[in-house]
């Protein structure tokens, strides 16, 4: 059963603080009221919409996808037909048997763009594509933050940042909602890890959760108005994320006012007393021990009247959101996508995603007097790499390569290296007009290497492929692909590297290399996004979302709780061992990434809010009064680019801080000026005390930040002491 979870894959969003159409409380009260006690249940329980055994009944209605919850047709209630996710619409192995669909670039990729309009656009595309192909629910939403490098579902979010990731996850939900669907926000909270991801206990104090992860979950929810939240496998403080009060009940509902409902993740309910705690729907029932919710809920309900009032309110929560979706007034209605548009929205994601780490000698772009162009690295001659995993998408006629992991059994058909139909070579080949581009694999270094030694210019391709359900053992690239990189730049001076990986990594061959390309996993057209940023078309504007450290020494936990050789956590229904697995994430607080490098004064490889342009840019003029900033930015090279303007909190009432608390994205021509006008959400200059936000009354300093570490002028203001609630 455990091999249907990497059938699946998922969406993304679009803008606006939609305020749902009045009314749909006032709906969802009044179709719950005349609901029988065998409907009540309906709406609380899920499956998988597959045929896992022979005699298992599949709904006529339902799509192939990752969910299907019934509907109550006598009232009018439509089916939840839900499909993964954050990068489009998964493919299920072409089970649909209705093509492919949009990769967008990864969700890193797309967290590099800094640009809340352009994920809302990837929102909008992804969201109409699932609709196109019969699905009205989307569970695209990834916001975790990334509280360890090695995650192997960093691909899957899009920042180590709240703000950051609040407002692109809120955007991208925003997006795939305005096609009249749902999308959730996920996975609800502290899953920093795929290691033991089942069962780790996430130990976070209020606080902490409250300035950090959780902080990130309230500003996408507010921006995106997710009619679902999907609940975490992982346990939180003791208590499985689906199943805690704390989280769901008191967080989420209570503090927070959400009116959506609380979906779980697949496999992720341990109880019917889960409901009482918060959980309002269980999804994909065959993976949990039993239907916990559905049938024995109904018979809870029947003599217990905290149950009862539960199922009241867990109906009229997803009610809720049908009607403010408007998924009963707008049903999905299958017909071909468009293929094409799609594509160009994944290509601007991707050009404007890519990070340019590094460029010694102005080695790029590349100079028309290149003549001869080395191209090396294995599949850079058939396409771009993908992450893993239920987020897996695919275009038409599937992967253009892939690579088998080996093993057996029923999750080894998904445990692989898969890349999509778009191909670097052909793209370098279409703008290297007048020069020779040969192309070597990088199996053996000799090949590698005589392969460079006779260019101008040597572009080496180089992979680190992530999936779902299993974290990276640490930041290396693997296959010995370090050592074929550093024997390529030794050969050629000029050796630009291009990387495709699924989260930071280490670069040990850095100081010999000309120029690093961080790629991410660049979608269905990454192999023309790559070339246009190699040939100066696209003048590289993407910024780190991520920290890259500089070992994993310097991680707040070096070694991943819980990991081990060869483990996974693909198995929902695996055994869980007698004793807690614990991750504890006091030790960073809610100083997550930058801040924690910050805090405790250490170096890294490549700071967050870094990246290079083929221009350059001067920022000054810092205003502030602590609730708006603007300050101006000047391109001052030669040609047009753009800049993240990016501001931070440096100190708060005597306490030095790091924190991102305002960041525009300014598209500038050569010699012209553009002022970013900010405003400071205040919680980002609070901290969280007992049961509120609290500003000590006192000094607070801001700067301008090229990036998270390299800081410029600075502005302090007097704040007034604050207390209040969410
Ligand atoms: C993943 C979710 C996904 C679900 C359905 C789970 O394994 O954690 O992100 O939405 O499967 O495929």
Redesign the pocket.
């Known amino acids: 059963m455990r091999s249907f979870?990497y059938l699946?894959t998922a969406l993304i969003p679009q803008i606006a603080f939609a305020a749902p159409p009045s009314g749909a409380e006032q709906r969802a009260a009044e179709t719950e009221a005349r609901m029988t006690p065998e409907e009540r249940v309906i709406l609380t329980s899920g499956i998988i919409p597959f045929a896992f055994t022979p005699n298992a009944k599949v709904p006529e209605d339902a799509v192939t996808g990752?969910?299907y919850v019934g509907g109550v047709p006598r009232l009018g209630v439509p089916s939840l037909k839900e499909t993964?996710?954050s990068l489009g619409v998964a493919y299920m192995m072409g089970a649909r048997n209705d093509g492919g669909a949009t990769p967008l670039p990864s969700g890193l990729a797309m967290g590099s763009t800094w640009n809340p309009a352009l994920i809302r656009a990837g929102g909008k595309t992804i969201g109409g594509e699932a609709k196109a192909k019969g699905f009205n629910v989307m569970?695209a939403g990834?916001i975790n933050l990334l509280f360890d490098p090695r995650n192997g579902r960093t691909f899957e979010y899009f920042s180590e940042d709240p703000l950051l990731s609040g407002i692109l996850g809120g955007e991208a939900v925003a997006g795939i909602q305005s096609n009249n669907m749902i999308s959730t926000v996920?996975?609800f909270a502290f899953n920093g890890q795929e290691s033991a991801r089942q069962y780790i206990d996430a130990r976070v104090s209020e606080a902490n959760g409250r300035e950090g992860e959780l902080l990130s979950f309230q500003i996408a929810i507010e921006r995106g108005n997710p009619g679902a939240v999907?609940c975490a496998?992982n346990k939180v403080n003791g208590h499985y994320a689906c199943d805690s009060d704390w989280l769901l009940n008191k967080v989420l509902k209570r503090d927070w006012r959400y009116k959506g409902f609380v979906m779980s993740?697949?496999g992720a309910v341990p109880s019917t007393s889960a409901a009482l705690n918060g959980l309002d729907q269980q999804s994909?029932a065959q993976l949990d021990k039993q239907p916990w919710l559905g049938a024995p809920l109904g018979q809870e309900a029947s003599r217990n009247p905290a149950y009862a009032e539960r199922v009241k309110d867990m109906n009229r929560r997803i009610l809720y959101s049908i009607y403010a979706h408007g998924l009963d007034k707008d049903p999905p209605v299958k017909k071909k996508i468009d293929v094409e548009a799609g594509l160009a929205v994944a290509e601007s994601v991707a050009r404007e995603g890519i990070v340019l780490l590094r460029n010694e000698r102005g080695a790029l772009p590349l100079a028309a007097s290149a003549k001869r162009i080395a191209v090396i690295g294995n599949y850079a001659d058939t396409g771009v790499l993908s992450g893993g995993g239920?987020s897996q998408v695919q275009m038409d006629g599937g992967p253009a390569a892939t690579v088998s992991l080996g093993g057996s059994g029923l999750t080894a058909g998904f445990i692989n290296e898969t890349y999509h139909r778009s191909v670097p070579l052909n793209a370098i080949k279409e703008r290297a007009k007048g020069a020779t581009v040969s192309f070597a694999r990088s199996n053996y270094l000799a090949e590698a290497v005589a392969a460079a030694k006779g260019a101008d210019v040597a572009i080496i391709f180089a992979y680190e492929w992530r999936t779902?359900g299993v974290d990276s053992p640490d930041l290396s690239l693997p296959r010995g692909q370090d050592a074929v990189i550093a024997a390529v730049a030794e050969a050629n001076p000029n050796t630009i590297v291009v990387l495709q990986t699924g989260g930071p990594v280490l670069m040990p061959w850095l100081d010999k290399t000309a120029a690093v390309v961080e790629a991410w996993y660049p979608g269905g057209r990454g192999g023309q996004a790559i070339a246009s940023v190699l040939f100066g078309e696209t003048n590289p504007s993407g910024r780190l979302p991520v920290t890259f450290p500089a070992s994993t020494a310097d991680l707040p936990r070096p070694n991943i709780d819980g990991w081990t050789p060869g483990g996974d956590s693909l198995d929902p229904s695996a055994p869980r061992p007698t004793t807690d697995v614990r991750a504890n994430y006091d030790v960073e607080g809610s100083d997550l990434g930058y801040r924690w490098y910050a805090r405790e004064g250490k170096k890294t490889l490549f700071p967050f809010g870094y990246g290079l342009s083929y221009t350059s840019f001067a920022r000054s003029g810092l205003k502030t009064d602590g609730k708006t900033a603007s300050f101006t930015v000047k391109n001052t090279g030669a040609r047009t680019g753009a800049d993240v303007a990016q501001l931070y909190l440096v100190s708060a009432a005597g306490t030095a801080k790091r924190r991102l608390v305002g960041f525009q994205k300014l598209t500038l021509e050569p010699g012209k000026s553009g002022t970013a006008r900010l405003t400071i959400d205040p919680r980002l200059l609070a901290s969280w005390d007992q049961d509120g936000w609290f500003i000590k009354g006192g000094e607070y300093r801001f700067a301008i930040g090229a990036d998270a570490q390299t800081l410029g002028e600075t502005v302090s203001v007097k704040l007034p002491m604050r207390r209040w609630k969410d």
Do not use: N
């Open positions: 979870l699946t990752s969910g993964d996710a569970l990834g996920k996975h999907m496998y993740d697949w994909g239920s779902e």
